[in-house]
């Protein structure tokens, strides 16, 4: 590897590192100098390096992690007022925050809060649980041939399998990061087999593991973060491109799928219509996908996955 992909790598990972600190402390306020340290950077170069490397400044970043964050909660969470909503997202007042999500999401907490929350997912457009084509959320609602407003349901969820509400184990991860359309995962994955594998952390028994960031109902399809993962035992140091991640035990609605490589979409429909009846709400921890096999060895080169999402009482 020469010096231009070893530099890449490491600036990569200390930008990582900054994204995942973010995560674990949204309810936290931060200061560039704060974010340039998690980095290992000066504040004057963290800001230009994680500009140029992300796209965003520090602050717009923050920003939109924190308002995306908080428009999950005001769907996901219908009984949490607006006020402890902000509060959890490190807004020191509601006013600023109310100022903020109208600025990002043209339009109020309430007006968002009435609006048709987006449920299914076909071949990009988005649908109510009623099956009306909706547009992403907080943007403007797009036009949409009226032939789609009576798509029926058994379009949109089209699979029959058993989906239970387990306890699941905590999982120690490594992971590479790609953010952006989800169907390009494998390049992350390439990536970071080519780490593992010399390290002795890939047998017969190892199981691969996307992890979700961000809610697409929510985030802009280019932004959506995604962690190509291994299980693995033990703290493994990692460098690079490669990461450290904690998913928590807890109880995850999970149902079991054998898919074609085109198939997820479906599969995730039929979750979020499982759960919008169950009598549960998602948690806040990332939701996952856990693959029990290599897709590329299946005679039919299908997925047998499970498909992850935390929930918690309505």
């Known amino acids: 590897m020469n010096l231009k992909q070893l530099s890449r790598q490491e600036y990569t990972t200390r930008i990582n590192r900054v994204m995942d600190y973010i995560r674990l402390h949204l309810d936290k306020s931060f200061d560039l100098a704060t974010l340039a340290g998690v980095a290992s950077f000066s504040p004057y170069h963290f800001h230009r390096i994680f500009t140029a490397m992300v796209g965003e400044t520090p602050n717009n970043f923050v920003s939109r992690i924190k ?40 339009m109020t907490t309430t007006e968002f809060r009435n609006q048709d929350k987006p449920i299914y997912i076909k071949n990009g457009i988005r649908y109510s649980k009623d099956c009306k084509a909706v547009s992403k ?7 949409i ?20 509400i387990r306890q699941m184990p905590q999982l120690n991860l490594i992971y590479c990061r790609h953010t952006g359309a989800f169907n390009k995962i494998g390049q992350a994955y390439e990536k970071l087999f080519k780490w593992a594998i010399p390290r002795g952390l ?47 035990s807890g109880k995850y609605a999970v149902g079991r799928f054998k898919i074609k490589e085109t198939e997820f979409e479906e599969a995730w429909n039929t979750m979020c219509a499982w759960l919008t009846e169950s009598g549960c709400q998602p948690a806040d921890s990332p939701t996952y996908e856990y693959y029990h096999n290599d897709y590329s060895e299946n005679p039919e080169h299908r997925f047998i996955a499970d498909i992850c999402i935390p929930i918690k009482p309505l």
Do not use: W
């Open 145 to 164: 041939n009226a032939q789609f407003y009576s798509v029926e349901l058994n379009t949109l969820i089209i699979m029959d399998t058993k989906i239970e």
């Open 202 to 248: 890939v047998n017969p028994g190892t199981r691969t593991v996307t992890v979700y960031q961000d809610d697409p109902a929510v985030t802009s399809i280019d932004k959506v973060r995604q962690d190509a993962s291994i299980i693995v035992d033990g703290n493994i140091k990692v460098d690079g491109e490669i990461g450290k991640l904690n998913i928590p």
């Open 137 to 143: 959320i907080g943007k403007n609602y797009q036009q």
């Open 67 to 106: 308002l995306e964050k908080a428009a999950q909660l005001l769907h996901n969470n219908p009984k949490a007022s607006v006020s402890d909503v902000a509060f959890l997202c490190g807004f020191v007042n509601i006013s600023s925050f109310s100022r903020a999500f109208k600025s990002h999401f043209n």
